[in-house]
């Protein structure tokens, strides 16, 4: 079946604007994450959701980031006043629940570039 | 202080097993330990996961130390498409993935 898929592949934005990425998950899949990848580090988390509600934002690293999934399926996850340290890979994993043995599976991620 | 520690890079002849080791010793009683792979300019992809025994399936072995402080990702016999960066993860937080900084893992014809 389909995996996760990630919208665009690729963003190239100016500082101080606002982006929006996009993430489909596994069908039926009821948890949703967003991870953001720096080049040489490993991804690291930002937000999960269970269903349509935030479970935990503890990873947001400030208030210009914000996400939704308001039908508990898609999610876009928000950037507003970008700064070029948001350049990275954004990447997104859903998983059919949140037990402690649910596999986190991984779309493509999204490429930012903030000019 | 890191939750994961893993070798930076490793190399390894095509046809060989590759081993790659990881510390947790801070990994709680009742959690698991995940592998995932990422090739470049991909997601990570899941390998395999395991609590306290050893498991194995199509894609490779995962050993775990009795302590369950430290635990070896095997690949049987690698192949060039085995290169990659390989994560071990632990949970933090209740679902946050940690994933540290990984291996490079280079597959040598």
């Known amino acids: 079946g389909a995996g996760v898929s990630q919208t665009p592949s690729n963003k190239v934005t100016e500082k101080g604007k606002y982006v929006e990425l996009r993430c489909d998950p596994i069908s039926g899949h009821t948890a949703l994450y967003w991870y953001r990848q720096s080049l040489g580090q490993g991804p690291e988390f930002l937000i999960y959701f269970q269903g349509t509600g935030a479970a935990d934002d503890s990873g947001l690293p400030n208030d210009r980031f914000f996400a939704v999934r308001p039908e508990g399926s898609v999610s876009t996850l928000k950037i507003q006043r970008t700064e070029r340290g948001d350049s990275a890979v954004y990447l997104c994993?859903?998983?059919?629940?949140?037990?402690?043995?649910?596999?986190?599976?991984f779309g493509p991620g999204t490429r930012l570039l903030v000019l | 202080d890191a939750k994961t520690t893993q070798p930076p890079s490793m190399d390894c002849a095509e046809g060989r097993a590759a081993n790659l080791p990881c510390n947790h010793s801070t990994i709680s009683g009742n959690e698991y330990v995940y592998w995932y792979r990422q090739i470049h300019s991909q997601g990570p992809q899941y390998i395999i996961h395991?609590?306290?025994n050893n498991e194995t399936n199509e894609m490779a072995s995962l050993i775990i130390t009795e302590d369950r402080k430290s635990s070896t990702l095997i690949l049987p016999h690698a192949t060039l498409r085995d290169t990659a960066v390989y994560y071990c993860i632990v949970r933090v937080g209740g679902n946050q993935f940690y994933f540290g900084t990984g291996t490079s893992l280079t597959v040598i014809p």
């Open positions: 994993a859903s998983s059919l629940g949140t037990g402690r043995t649910e596999t986190q599976y």
């Open positions: 395991g609590l306290k």
